[in-house]
């Protein structure tokens, strides 16, 4: 099993639609969690960082189950400009490297 | 504040030579990742610099290398060239004595090998 997996899509959605991404993680001592927005031939930028109660930034939600391992972001009111690949990110922390999901490919048309 | 900076952003090198890639992280900053990623494909963790020193490596052939050096910049250098090292190649920065281990991206530097 990958150490953090993710369902690649694309997801394709309307302009306003919810949508939702989970990232599920095999290591139970994993310590930090993040989801991080890449677009097409650019770096990956810090989305928003995920916390143990779950936190909101504007449309975006993120949620952490650490009983199921997984993490989940919510997009509400979906823009054309959300369109991006969405990459979950786990760190063990201290000595241990950050390990990054494959991506999920959302693609928001008008 | 300035952010990671990478360079150079274009390379293009043909197959058996040598490519060397620079990156200065965030001031402040003392830990750099490099990340390989391939068109398409996900992040492949490359190599570790923390303190001057190779904290871990990925699974990567001992031709691809770097260094830290004492202002924290680092250099990945990628020797006897494939075709198959064409990527974009990442440096990330993070501050390690600061919560989170939130890390930071430059612009990457794309390696074509032809």
């Known amino acids: 099993r990958k150490e953090v997996e993710q369902d690649p899509g694309p997801f394709n959605v309307p302009e306003g639609a919810t949508v939702a991404f989970n990232c599920t993680y095999s290591n139970s001592a994993s310590q930090s969690f993040f989801w991080y927005r890449q677009d097409c031939r650019k770096e990956p930028k810090l989305l928003m960082s995920?916390?143990?109660s779950g936190n909101e930034d504007g449309r975006f939600t993120a949620q952490l189950n650490r009983a199921s391992q997984y993490i989940s972001l919510l997009i509400r009111d979906s823009k054309l400009s959300d369109s991006a690949t969405y990459l979950c990110?786990?760190?063990?922390?201290?000595?241990?490297?950050?390990?990054f999901g494959r991506g999920t490919s959302l693609i928001v048309h008008p | 504040e300035a952010g990671v900076t990478q360079s150079p952003t274009h390379l293009i090198k043909t197959r058996g030579q040598q490519a060397t890639l620079r990156c200065s992280p965030i001031?402040?900053?003392?830990?750099v990742y490099w990340y390989q990623q391939a068109l398409g494909l996900g992040l492949q963790f490359l190599l570790w610099?923390?303190?001057?020193?190779?904290?871990n490596r990925g699974n990567f052939p001992p031709r691809f290398s770097g260094r830290q050096f004492p202002n924290y910049s680092s250099e990945l250098n990628v020797n006897a060239l494939e075709l198959e090292d064409s990527a974009l190649y990442l440096c990330?920065?993070?501050?390690?004595?600061?919560?989170?281990?939130?890390?930071?991206f430059g612009e990457g530097s794309w390696l074509t090998v032809v």
């Open positions: 990330a920065s993070y501050n390690r004595g600061y919560s989170g281990n939130t890390i930071y």
């Open positions: 995920v916390y143990s």
């Open positions: 610099y923390d303190e001057g020193e190779e904290r």
């Open positions: 990110v786990v760190s063990r922390g201290g000595s241990y490297i950050p390990t």
């Open positions: 001031s402040g900053h003392t830990s």
